[in-house]
């Protein structure tokens, strides 16, 4: 069952990730909402931070055009990999949704978090059965569909409605 907490109370919502099947927190908001100042107090817990847009792009420049979309994936699971971190917060994961990675986010992100704890970013908003990325209209607007049986939490930010 997909948990949402409105309110966080980090140490219990940390412990309710970490017995679940996908330990995944997704702290979902729109640009400045306050994501990554969330991140910030996960950073108490013992998380690595992890600026995935800034690491993940600069590993996709290296590679030839014609093939960024085709190792994009792979690319990600290593970069996450190379942290040798248990606790993983990654911040700016916009980068997932752009062209031409068009990787699907949700399904990448529970499988990391299958053998680590990870708090990430979502810009965008949810509802009882949908995440969404961007607004609509955006060309990399996306709506991602996930189900009871995806067992990850939801932290809204501040002024997500």
Excluded: C
Aim: aromatic residues 10%; proline residues 4%.
């Amino acid at each position: 069952m997909t948990y949402i907490i409105m309110e966080p109370d980090w140490r219990e919502t940390l412990k309710i990730a970490s017995s679940s099947y996908y330990q995944l927190v997704l702290v979902v908001g729109t640009i400045g909402s306050g994501k990554t100042q969330s991140l910030k107090q996960i950073a108490g817990y013992g998380f690595h931070y992890l600026n995935f847009g800034e690491e993940f792009s600069q590993r996709m420049l290296a590679r030839p055009i014609n093939s960024r979309p085709i190792e994009a994936e792979e690319i990600a699971i290593d970069l996450v990999d190379a942290q040798k971190s248990k606790l993983l917060a990654i911040d700016n994961t916009e980068v997932l949704f752009e062209s031409p990675v068009r990787l699907n986010p949700l399904a990448l992100l529970k499988r990391l978090s299958i053998n680590r704890l990870i708090v990430a970013t979502w810009s965008g908003t949810f509802d009882q059965s949908k995440l969404h990325y961007g607004f609509r209209g955006h060309p990399s607007y996306r709506e991602i569909r996930y189900t009871e049986e995806d067992a990850f939490i939801i932290v809204p930010t501040n002024n997500l409605v």
